[in-house]
Antibody, heavy 119, light 110 residues
């Protein structure tokens, strides 16, 4: 069955960097786009970024553009999110999700990984 | 990307129907047929229950239905059950392959 599993979260100081990973299984990874979506504690969902199946096209939310970088390694069935210049407001659960197939919505979600930005 | 507007909470009794609205603009909800709805129980990952405005994934009960008029999409849950108590989020495709979520609606089943 389709599974995506996030890793790499933790506590990080403001201004520092962190790289999240998301390993996928149960489907042909190289055929699908992948999304990152985050949820601040007690708040709603916020779309963060998407990367196309081939890793060439990438799109970001305005709130993270220039600070976060999405990438993928199709040989490892893994998508990454590099979080730079972290701020307290980046504290959230970060979900990785497979795209539906036409870049219109996240389809299958992981359980999420918590990132806490604090000194 | 601006967040779409949803009511913060709705309440219903078992067996009743409730409707949750999701208001956007011509550049998102009104401009595309790509509105989806997600159900999220506490501590769990979101799950898609409606996509492309009114389509239901396999396994989702037909008590859940979606529609759209102009810049407002709606999710209707009929025959409310206790297990429907959750947070619900709308999501719309926006130009340039970005997405926008609504602020979320907490459904309470009395």
């Amino acid at each position: 069955q389709v599974q995506v599993v996030e890793s790499g979260g933790g506590v990080v100081q403001p201004g520092r960097s962190l790289r999240l990973s998301c390993e996928a299984s149960g489907f042909t990874f190289s055929n699908y786009g992948m999304h990152w979506v985050r949820q601040a504690p007690g708040k709603g969902l916020e779309w963060v970024a998407v990367i196309w199946y081939d890793g060439i096209n990438k799109y970001y939310a305005d709130s993270v553009k220039g600070r976060f970088t999405i990438s993928r390694d199709n040989s490892k069935n893994t998508v990454y999110l590099l979080l730079d210049s972290l701020r307290a407001e980046d504290t959230a659960i970060y979900y990785c999700a497979r795209d539906s197939g036409n870049y219109r919505r996240p389809d299958r979600w992981g359980q999420g990984i918590l990132v806490t930005v604090s000194s | 990307q601006s967040a779409l507007t949803q009511p913060r909470s709705v309440t219903g009794s078992p067996g009743q129907s409730v409707t949750i609205s999701c208001t956007g603009a011509n550049s998102d909800v009104g401009g595309y047929k790509y509105v989806s709805w997600y159900q999220q129980h506490p501590g769990k990952a979101p799950k898609v229950i409606i996509y492309d405005v009114s389509q239901r994934p396999s396994g989702v009960p037909n008590r859940f239905s979606g529609s759209k008029s102009g810049n407002t999409a709606s999710l209707t849950i009929s025959g409310l059950q206790a297990e429907d108590e959750a947070d619900y989020y709308c999501c719309s495709f926006v130009a340039a392959y970005t997405l926008a979520f609504g602020g979320g609606t907490k459904l309470t089943v009395l």
